[in-house]
């Protein structure tokens, strides 16, 4: 059991956490026209991103992010004594996209090193993981390994990405991946119904076991597989790899102490596999829901946060939890176009969230 002892996240419709919050509760979702990419049939596409009068789309992008992040994770840190903060050991593990994927700016993790040394307490090592959607989990497991090895130790694990650079949006348009996106059927526009909607953000999760530290809530369980049908395959996906990462995680949490789940949070973003997907594990999972659970979409508000997206529905159940202080139980489910799915178990904790 690993507490999460503080997060943060940006993304254009929440500029903070407790912003992010509200607008998923409200549904609140800033999506606007791309300055100047478009699409096969001369139209703009849409795409959630901050507005940047310079029109910049390099690196310069994901420092901002990741400065924003810090700073906003700075601000929920003021109730902890600053000596306690200063003596602390601080590791830092870095979720980025595959240095691959179209529009990722090349030495990326090398680029962020400078952003990260502006953070006010010394970081005794940085660790990159690269990945999908899903890649958040391996992460937080990684770090939760090293907090349970190393009782003083402050773990942070941050990540970042950014859809919405021509390169990418390219690259989502040749893969039909693009939402809204028009290309000329018998001379006549035609735009994907299906698709994702691109986004940009960061996240962030603080996690140590140190007793002098409060907690927002406590990871009870994790779980990291892999999906045996991805959205380039023509066949349905059933769901088999994420449910079972579900269970896993659910049952560990169950150990501890059982609870059926009443906030389930989920990465769909208008894509036809996971919604299929999604669909059959909800249905093979419906024993381990409370009968009346919440179903949270973040990526409808968000967009699509890439390598990101993992690390902001957690930090958004983190915030749940402690605003609510009702003890109840968050399922964080990470599916992804590489194989990789992950799922993760959050418990609220009202005596310690109080």
Same mark, same amino acid.
């Given at each position: 059991?690993?507490?999460?002892?503080? $997060?943060?996240?940006?993304? =254009?419709?929440?500029?903070?956490?407790?912003? @992010?919050?509200?607008? *998923?509760? !409200?549904?609140? #979702? &800033?999506?606007?026209?791309?300055?100047?990419?478009?699409?096969?049939?001369?139209?703009?596409?849409?795409?959630?991103?901050?507005?940047?009068?310079?029109?910049?789309?390099?690196?310069?992008?994901?420092?901002?992010?990741?400065?924003?992040?810090?700073?906003?994770?700075?601000?929920?840190?003021?109730?902890?004594?600053?000596?306690?903060?200063?003596?602390?050991?601080?590791?830092?593990?870095?979720?980025?996209?595959?240095?691959?994927?179209?529009?990722?700016?090349?030495?990326?993790?090398?680029?962020?090193?400078?952003?990260?040394?502006?953070?006010?307490?010394?970081?005794?090592?940085?660790?990159?993981?690269?990945?999908?959607?899903?890649?958040?989990?391996?992460?937080?497991?990684?770090?939760?390994? $090293?907090?349970?090895?190393? =009782?003083?130790?402050?773990?942070?694990?941050? @990540?970042?990405?950014? *859809?919405? !650079?021509?390169? #990418? &949006?390219?690259?989502?348009?040749?893969?039909?991946?693009?939402?809204?996106?028009?290309?000329?059927?018998?001379?006549?526009?035609?735009?994907?119904?299906?698709?994702?909607?691109?986004?940009?953000?960061?996240?962030?999760?603080?996690?140590?076991?140190?007793?002098?530290?409060?907690?927002?809530?406590?990871?009870?369980?994790?779980?990291?597989?892999?999906?045996?049908?991805?959205?380039?395959?023509?066949?349905?996906?059933?769901?088999?790899?994420?449910?079972?990462?579900?269970?896993?995680?659910?049952?560990?949490?169950?150990?501890?102490?059982?609870?059926?789940?009443?906030?389930?949070?989920?990465?769909?973003?208008?894509?036809?596999?996971?919604?299929?997907?999604?669909?059959?594990?909800?249905?093979?999972?419906?024993?381990?829901?409370?009968?009346?659970?919440?179903?949270?979409?973040?990526?409808?508000?968000?967009?699509?946060?890439?390598?990101?997206?993992?690390?902001?529905?957690?930090?958004?159940?983190?915030?749940?939890?402690?605003?609510?202080?009702?003890?109840?139980?968050?399922?964080?489910?990470?599916?992804?176009?590489?194989?990789?799915?992950?799922?993760?178990?959050?418990?609220?904790?009202?005596?310690?969230?109080?």
């Amino acid at each position: 059991m690993i507490p999460i002892n503080a $997060a943060s996240c940006v993304f =254009p419709a929440g500029p903070d956490i407790a912003l @992010a919050d509200l607008a *998923l509760r !409200s549904g609140f #979702s &800033l999506v606007r026209r791309h300055p100047f990419y478009v699409d096969r049939s001369g139209q703009r596409v849409t795409a959630s991103y901050f507005n940047d009068p310079q029109g910049h789309f390099d690196i310069t992008r994901w420092q901002a992010l990741t400065e924003a992040v810090m700073s906003d994770l700075l601000t929920r840190l003021a109730p902890i004594p600053e000596q306690t903060l200063k003596q602390a050991p601080w590791h830092v593990w870095l979720v980025l996209p595959e240095p691959s994927r179209p529009g990722v700016p090349p030495d990326l993790t090398h680029d962020l090193l400078p952003t990260l040394d502006t953070w006010p307490y010394e970081l005794q090592s940085v660790e990159a993981i690269f990945g999908g959607h899903a890649s958040g989990v391996m992460a937080i497991e990684a770090a939760s390994q $090293a907090c349970a090895a190393d =009782p003083l130790m402050i773990a942070l694990v941050i @990540a970042v990405d950014c *859809l919405v !650079s021509p390169e #990418s &949006l390219m690259w989502m348009e040749e893969h039909n991946s693009l939402h809204g996106a028009r290309r000329l059927f018998k001379g006549h526009p035609r735009q994907n119904a299906y698709g994702r909607l691109p986004g940009e953000g960061a996240a962030t999760l603080m996690l140590s076991q140190r007793r002098d530290l409060p907690a927002w809530s406590y990871i009870t369980g994790l779980a990291v597989g892999e999906e045996s049908r991805t959205y380039d395959q023509t066949e349905p996906c059933t769901g088999q790899g994420l449910t079972a990462v579900a269970q896993q995680a659910i049952e560990m949490a169950a150990q501890l102490q059982p609870r059926p789940i009443n906030h389930l949070y989920h990465d769909y973003n208008g894509e036809p596999y996971r919604a299929d997907e999604y669909g059959f594990a909800v249905l093979r999972l419906a024993e381990q829901l409370a009968p009346e659970y919440a179903r949270h979409t973040p990526a409808l508000v968000s967009g699509d946060l890439g390598a990101a997206s993992f690390i902001t529905h957690t930090a958004l159940a983190a915030w749940a939890s402690r605003q609510q202080e009702d003890g109840a139980s968050h399922l964080i489910l990470a599916s992804s176009d590489d194989p990789t799915r992950g799922a993760l178990v959050l418990y609220g904790n009202k005596e310690e969230t109080a």
